[in-house]
C-alpha cells in the first residue's frame, strides 16, 4: 500500500516526505487560483517517488441544483485545471447521494452532474473517484450502475456515522471493483458532521484494522490517505504499518 496525508500548503510536502509517506492529497479549496498551488509539484518533485492525488471543494447544500451547476460545477472545472497542471490524475469528489436526504430527482440530475464530471476528468487525464459521505453500498451501486467508469473512495471513517455497522465492511464486499482510494481516521460513531471527528488511529470504535484486512483480502494494494492531523500522523502511520505487516494472504500456512 502507498500511504500519504493531506497537503494545504508546499510545506506540507515538505513534512510528509521527510516522515516517509509516498504522497500527499492535495485539498482544493474554492476561492484558490493557480498560483496558490504553484509550488506544490515543485516540492513534490524534489523526491522521485513522491506523488500527488487531489480532494475536490465540498458540494455545499445537497438539494440546491442551481448552487450544483452554477457554483460547484465550475468549482471543479476549475479544480480539474489545477490538478492537471499540478501532474495529478486522481481527484476525490464530495456528492451526496444519500436517498435518506437527497431527493429522488436530485439524485438522478447528480448522476448526470457525476458524468459531466467524470468525462472533464477524463479530458485531463484525471480520474474521477465519489467518496462515500454516508450511502451505504446499494446507494453507492446506484451511483456506480449508472456510471461505470466512475471510481469510488472509500471513507472508513464516514462508514461509522448514521449507522449500526460500519458500512465500509459491505462496501469492499460489494463494490470493490470500483474501490480506488481509501481514507483512514477513526471517531465513536454519531449522527451528523459534528461526529465525523478525524481521530487518530485507534481512538475510536471503528474496526480498522478489520476493515484493512478485508480490502487485502481482497487484493487491495492502492493508495491510503490518514486524514489526520499532523502531530497525528506518525504515530498513526506506524499503527497502520503494523495491521499491513501482519496481513497473511488467505491459504497461507505459518511456519512453525
Known amino acids: 500500500m502507498f500511504f500519504g496525508g493531506h497537503v494545504i500548503s508546499a510545506q506540507d510536502v515538505v513534512f510528509l516526505i521527510s516522515h516517509g509517506f509516498d504522497f500527499g492529497e492535495v485539498v482544493f479549496r474554492a476561492g ?21 492525488i487531489g480532494h475536490g471543494p465540498s458540494e455545499g447544500a445537497p438539494n440546491d441544483l442551481e448552487n450544483l451547476w452554477k457554483n460547484y460545477y465550475p468549482k471543479l472545472l476549475t479544480t480539474i485545471e489545477i490538478a492537471h497542471e499540478l501532474g495529478i490524475h486522481f481527484l476525490t469528489v464530495h456528492l451526496w447521494f444519500d436517498p435518506r436526504f437527497v431527493k429522488p430527482h ?12 467524470f468525462h472533464a476528468g477524463a479530458s485531463h487525464d484525471i480520474l474521477i473517484s465519489l467518496e462515500n459521505l454516508s450511502e451505504n453500498a446499494y446507494d453507492l451501486a446506484y451511483v456506480v450502475d449508472g456510471l461505470p467508469g466512475i471510481s469510488l473512495t472509500l471513507d472508513v471513517g464516514h462508514g461509522q456515522l448514521l449507522t449500526e455497522r460500519n458500512t465500509s465492511y459491505d462496501i469492499v464486499h460489494d463494490l470493490y471493483s470500483w474501490i480506488g482510494h481509501v481514507h483512514l481516521h477513526d471517531n465513536l460513531g454519531g449522527n451528523g458532521v459534528k461526529d465525523d471527528l478525524h481521530l487518530p488511529i485507534g481512538s475510536g470504535r471503528i474496526e480498522i484494522a478489520q476493515i484493512l484486512l478485508g480490502l487485502m483480502e481482497k487484493g487491495y494494494g492502492g493508495t491510503v490517505t490518514l486524514e489526520l492531523e499532523q502531530d497525528e500522523l506518525e504515530s498513526s502511520l506506524n499503527k497502520v504499518r503494523e495491521i499491513v505487516a501482519g496481513f497473511r494472504p488467505p491459504g497461507t500456512c505459518l511456519s512453525r
Not at 32 to 52: I, N, V
Not at 106 to 116: H, M, N, Q, T
Request: hydrophobic content about 35%; aromatic content about 18%.
Open 32 to 52: 484558490l487560483g493557480k498560483t496558490y498551488y504553484k509550488d506544490f509539484r515543485t516540492s513534490a518533485c524534489k523526491e522521485s517517488d513522491f506523488f500527488l
Open 106 to 117: 436530485i439524485r438522478e440530475e447528480k448522476l448526470r452532474f457525476l458524468d459531466a464530471i
